[in-house]
């Protein structure tokens, strides 16, 4: 499923975003959509993607949701039912690896590339790459509560598929439930975007992109540093739990040309809930910026 504004005169760029694990294209269209100008709601095409298994696209009870999977349903959904030929992207936390993955088999066609809390853990000589991400992803800690929960999803699959069964399938008593406590003052979409997917997509998800690509992702970076010309931008939140910042430095550090962002007093959330206007604001200007080289 792919969401985009739908006024399409003078049209002249298009731009992809691509959400993280368990979200959906909402985190984008009710936070950045209603905060870009008019302008820039003229001039892009903007094309909020909901990756395969997850929000309002398809589930499929037989797919395995690997990195091929997830391109293909972008290069269907959008690339190729929206005639894109040149494109700007968007990408938060997993959302990255695709991110990568996509600028790297579309070299020609990125005018920019801006990452958000990019899951990039370097890995030490004499470890095994997907097992050393599943350590640092999911270090299998009861606290803060966000690092149980990923340790859950990723080291106890029968524990985390009932969780996932007794919450995403009673999703609308849940999303009731939040309104009615906080008097309907509470905007849900995020957890409408945590409630819309399926064990089997989530699972696969994070075992194949997250943990699966781990030794593919020095290459990705590799690539980008030496064929593509585009700009690479890196922000991440200081107070980030999930995936610390010394992640994007490590981007930075195969790409010296990156220009990395540390915003202070944001997490992996609040690096755009919250300040969406600013960033709104700011992914204007990296758009005009790599026009205008």
């Not at 984008?28 to 997850?54: C, H, I, M, Q």
């Not at 690096?271 to 990296?286: H, K, M, N, P, Y």
Request: hydrophobic share 40%; glycine share 4%.
């Amino acid at each position: 499923f792919c969401n985009w504004n739908s006024d399409y005169n003078n049209v002249r760029e298009d731009v992809i975003f691509i959400h993280g694990f368990i979200s959906s294209s909402a985190f984008w269209t009710e936070t950045l959509y209603p905060n870009f100008s008019k302008s820039a709601k003229s001039k892009y095409r903007l094309f909020a993607v909901d990756l395969l298994g997850f929000g309002r696209s398809p589930k499929p009870t037989d797919s395995l949701y690997t990195l091929r999977e997830h391109l293909e349903m972008i290069e269907r959904s959008v690339i190729e039912a929206h005639k894109v030929k040149s494109f700007h992207i968007v990408a938060h936390s997993l959302g990255c690896i695709l991110a990568l993955a996509l600028a790297v088999k579309y070299p020609g066609s990125v005018k920019s590339l801006t990452l958000l809390a990019p899951p990039y853990f370097p890995t030490p000589k004499g470890e095994q790459a997907t097992q050393y991400m599943m350590r640092r992803v999911a270090p299998r800690r009861v606290w803060p509560v966000i690092s149980f929960g990923a340790s859950v999803a990723c080291w106890y699959e029968h524990i985390s598929r009932t969780i996932c069964l007794v919450i995403c399938k009673n999703h609308r008593i849940w999303e009731f439930l939040a309104k009615l406590v906080t008097r309907n003052r509470m905007r849900t979409y995020l957890m409408e975007g945590f409630f819309l997917h399926t064990h089997n997509a989530a699972w696969h998800t994070l075992h194949n992109i997250i943990c699966g690509t781990a030794g593919k992702i020095e290459s990705y970076l590799d690539e980008i540093k030496n064929r593509l010309k585009c700009d690479v931008t890196i922000y991440h939140g200081k107070d980030d739990e999930v995936i610390p910042v010394e992640c994007s430095y490590n981007v930075q550090s195969r790409i010296p040309r990156a220009h990395v962002k540390v915003v202070e007093n944001k997490d992996h959330i609040t690096i755009v809930v919250g300040r969406q206007d600013t960033f709104a604001r700011e992914l204007e200007e990296i758009w005009k910026n790599a026009s205008d080289n």
